[in-house]
């Protein structure tokens, strides 16, 4: 899904209205689906894991902050699925607390989902679920491997931190907080590189970081609903 996504991002022409954009998938089958059932499946599923509307908080920022063929877009798409996706976000905490290089076992996401999941779905659907969770963080860049997967340290670029700080901000996390927020955490960064990326934020007015003293405030750009404080 998350390459699917991509392509939608990068070859639609607005999220404004979603008859059109509906269009986009079943008429003019953007995706290249050989049936129609399957666009309506794709433009379904899009839809919920991403929003895939403008007038979304999430998705604007995901907008505002996307550039098309960068390296780290996965990064802002995972973002994206984890401010929507519950089982995503349970998932988080396993797949960051294995150290690079070490194998990250199917077998310890799949006691979080059947300690979570038991009572809601079957046997066969939370197997479902960890296979699909298992492809969503390799595709985004923290595992690699087929059978064996092996955690690895995703590339992040200073779009991706600026979206991470702004899902942060609409979460209600304020002033630097914002830097030690899930959302920031999720990007495996240093506290040297966080610095780094605050700088060329400011620089590039991607967001504005302000001190004074022990006070930071962070602001965001006016077109990201109406500007934030």
């Not at 802002?76 to 294995?98: H, T």
């Not at 059947?114 to 296979?131: A, L």
């Amino acid at each position: 899904m998350l390459s699917e996504f991509i392509t939608v991002m990068d070859n639609a022409p607005g999220f404004n209205d979603k008859e059109i954009l509906k269009k986009i998938f079943v008429e003019d089958n953007l995706l290249k689906k050989e049936s129609i059932s399957g666009r309506k499946i794709s433009f379904y599923y899009l839809k919920h894991l991403y929003g895939l509307d403008s007038e979304n908080k999430n998705f604007q920022g995901l907008l505002k902050y996307w550039k098309e063929k960068s390296p780290d877009n996965k990064i802002m798409a995972l973002l994206c699925a984890l401010s929507r996706d519950e089982a995503l976000r349970l998932s988080s905490g396993y797949i960051l607390s294995v150290k690079a290089g070490d194998s990250a076992d199917k077998s310890g996401l799949k006691e979080i989902v059947d300690n979570y999941y038991q009572n809601i779905y079957s046997e066969k659907v939370r197997e479902s679920m960890v296979r699909n969770l298992m492809s969503s963080w390799t595709q985004a860049g923290y595992l690699e491997g087929r059978s064996n997967k092996i955690r690895i340290i995703p590339e992040i670029s200073v779009y991706s931190f600026a979206y991470a700080c702004y899902l942060a901000y609409l979460s209600g996390f304020r002033g630097k907080r914002i830097f030690h927020s899930p959302w920031v955490l999720v990007l495996c960064l240093s506290n040297l590189e966080i610095k780094e990326f605050i700088k060329e934020s400011n620089r590039k007015g991607l967001m504005s970081v302000k001190k004074a003293g022990s006070v930071v405030e962070i602001t965001f750009p006016e077109d990201l609903i109406g500007g934030t404080q």
